[in-house]
């Protein structure tokens, strides 16, 4: 007997990945991120680069039917069903009872009234399949049974269990009728209490329930069209400067040719690299200290001084001098530019131990050098005409992702919308899960290690502490979405046959497994988002501007 086994206030099919089948956390194999600003795609752990735009998109908005692509039907476009479609299939005898209200995080509760028609018809089809199953003595089998000996048989609370059971399984694809086209797949929750269902059925011979589904998110635009004259303001770091990475590329080039020796009769100076071990505490405002900072605390932390001002502004100034076997504390504040938010403006007291002080015996820089600076080279011009070009290369590259992002972070500024809870929890999981096996390519984890990361309670840890970063990039996803769908954008099967057919060639070439329609689906994905990011560029006022 097929019936539909449900717990009270369980959501079915709890984990699925979306769109791509029936895939549980962590058995996702693929996933696309973006990195150092080129498209990657991620499969079984390893990263392969496309030479396409880089865009950072969930399956969000293929879940939810959103974006395009090569011109599909308007049935494509909705959102899968989220109960198999066997209404048509399974008349009622008589109709239910819904009320729809409105729910939080873009979901609807469903109020459900099951006639007494409806659950006695149930009720007979499950006596009916019990007949066909069970062995009764003195009754061929298949043969009919009368009721008090075929539930005295079975058990009448097996009986009474599994007929509840079957209402449920077979009035729910009913009730989300009301729902069809914009209920997320995977999202429905039972909300009543199945002992309860049980007593009210026993009692009455009718049933009421509860259920809580996610629908299809709706978006709006603050300002309407906001986005098709935008003003973005871009701000670039002066370490994508090319002329300026090609004198540190070079420049850490020539140290490593360096023998570095003890300092035994003199104090730290710029040129330098110090062995230090750092601890610090905040300052309150009436001057007693605070608490520790665990981010600014290290130990055996490896400090070339050469490279003082990506620290804290006066850290390297305060420790000018300081010997092996000495200590250091002094006060600074952290900038309002600080990288953590909560350490902003916040006065802290440092102590720096300096354990080893090293100085650089350097090679005299000549064009002796020049193949042991950049094999192949002869001459120092040729190594730094061959650096300045690979780094002017990365300037652009690195200009054009920071430009990428800013353009979808004032997108996703311009965009109002609930996100269902179910949405935000596949996502997560899906950056938790690409997080681990990144993790477990570069660490090697043991089977200990890897249940504990794996643990139902490290996910939910991950999404708690990630929540704002995740829903960010959820709005900014469905945002794409909705402008690739408003501005009728679209894509050539050609392009799309030829990035499925790249990306194909990698895993051949790596002797990977693949699923053709995955890949096909996911390099989709990437295209519109670059289409998108296209469109926009085309249409924005971009400025630039050095930090």
Not at 9 to 34: A, E, K, M, V, W
Not at 45 to 57: F, M, N, Q, S, V
Not at 379 to 404: F, G
């Amino acid at each position: 007997m097929e019936l539909c086994v449900i717990s009270s206030t369980t959501t079915i099919n709890p984990f699925h990945s979306c769109r791509l089948g029936s895939r549980r956390l962590f058995q996702s194999d693929s996933s696309f991120l973006s990195r150092d600003g080129c498209s990657v795609l991620r499969f079984n752990g390893r990263l392969l680069k496309k030479p396409i735009k880089p865009l950072e998109l969930s399956c969000a908005a293929k879940k939810i039917g959103g974006g395009g692509g090569v011109r599909r039907s308007a049935a494509s476009t909705k959102a899968p069903p989220a109960v198999e479609p066997s209404v048509k299939e399974d008349k009622l005898p008589a109709e239910l009872q819904v009320k729809e209200t409105k729910a939080p995080n873009s979901s609807v509760k469903l109020s459900v009234e099951v006639p007494a028609v409806v659950c006695e018809d149930c009720y007979q089809r499950v006596l009916t399949e019990f007949m066909k199953m069970a062995k009764v003595p003195g009754f061929r089998p298949g043969k009919r049974v009368p009721e008090n000996i075929i539930v005295g048989f079975v058990g009448r609370q097996y009986v009474l269990q599994a007929t509840v059971e079957s209402i449920l399984k077979r009035t729910l694809p009913h009730a989300m009728e009301s729902v069809t086209g914009k209920a997320l797949k995977d999202s429905i929750q039972i909300l009543s209490s199945f002992p309860e269902m049980e007593k009210a059925y026993s009692q009455l011979k009718t049933l009421s329930y509860e259920v809580v589904v996610d629908v299809v998110p709706e978006l709006k635009w603050n300002p309407e069209n906001g986005y098709k004259d935008m003003k973005v303001v871009v701000e670039l770091g002066d370490e994508i400067d090319a002329k300026k990475a090609c004198e540190r590329q070079l420049r850490q080039k020539y140290k490593s040719l360096g023998a570095l020796k003890i300092v035994t009769d003199r104090g730290l100076k710029v040129g330098d690299l110090a062995v230090i071990d750092i601890s610090a505490t905040t300052i309150d405002e009436d001057g007693a200290t605070g608490e520790a900072i665990p981010d600014a605390e290290s130990k055996g932390f490896h400090f070339d001084t050469e490279e003082g001002n990506r620290l804290l502004p006066g850290f390297l100034d305060s420790i000018l001098g300081i010997q092996a076997g000495e200590s250091k504390s002094f006060s600074l504040v952290f900038p309002d530019s600080w990288k953590q938010e909560n350490l902003r403006g916040q006065r802290a007291q440092f102590t720096v131990d300096c354990k080893e002080l090293f100085y650089r015996d350097l090679p005299t820089l000549d064009d002796s050098l020049a193949d042991k600076l950049l094999p192949g080279c002869t001459t120092l011009k040729e190594v730094e005409e061959t650096l300045t070009k690979r780094c002017q290369e990365m300037e652009q590259e690195a200009k054009e992702q920071a430009t990428d992002n800013a353009i979808l972070e004032q997108i996703r500024k311009m965009v109002e919308v609930e996100i269902p809870q179910s949405l935000f929890e596949e996502q997560g999981r899906q950056f938790y899960g690409a997080r681990l096996l990144e993790i477990q390519g570069n660490m090697k984890l043991n089977e200990e290690q890897l249940a504990s990361l794996s643990s139902q309670k490290a996910v939910n840890e991950f999404l708690e502490t990630q929540r704002e970063s995740i829903t960010n990039i959820i709005k900014q996803n469905l945002a794409v979405g909705d402008i690739f769908k408003r501005e009728n954008l679209e894509f050539s099967t050609d392009e799309l046959v030829k990035e499925v057919e790249n990306s194909i060639t990698e895993f051949k070439k790596h002797k990977q497994e693949y699923d053709e329609e995955r890949v096909k689906d996911q390099v989709q994905e990437i295209l519109e988002g670059a289409k998108v990011l296209e469109w926009l560029k085309e249409r924005a006022e971009i400025q630039y501007i050095t930090r």
